[in-house]
């Protein structure tokens, strides 16, 4: 497991390490120190897209949200999040995410990145 690299601090500092990746699918282990609410999980799959760009100096900026759902109330403070690289036009990355407790779906939507 690697832990990401990301100019956030603690205690907003979510996405902690890569517990597998591919050109398409990181899922990323994210962690907090109070039960998150739904911002906070969205915060956390959008730092854990920083996965797909491991050693890049490129700075990301989450511009958009789209079919965001919470899909069970959080009672952990550690989930997985399974993201997938849907596609990418110029600096813009287009992502899917689920948040995962175990096996139980929390969390689902989609979410584009602008690189810098």
Known sequence: MKELNLPHQEPIKFAKYIISSD??????RISF????????????VAQS????????????YLVA???IELIQKPSSLEY???????HKI???????????????????????IALN
């Not at 050109?23 to 990323?28: L, P």
């Not at 997985?80 to 849907?86: E, G, P, T």
């Not at 110029?90 to 689920?98: A, G, I, K, R, T």
């Open 23 to 28: 050109d398409k699918q990181v899922t990323v």
């Open 33 to 44: 120190d109070t039960l998150p609410s739904l911002a906070m999980l969205v915060e956390a």
């Open 80 to 86: 997985d999040a399974q993201l997938k690289s849907s």
């Open 49 to 60: 897209s920083a996965a797909f760009d491991e050693g890049s100096s490129k700075m990301g």
């Open 65 to 67: 949200l789209k079919n």
């Open 90 to 112: 110029d600096q813009l990355n287009y992502f899917e995410f689920d948040i995962l407790d175990k096996e139980v779906l929390i969390a689902k939507g989609e979410f584009i």
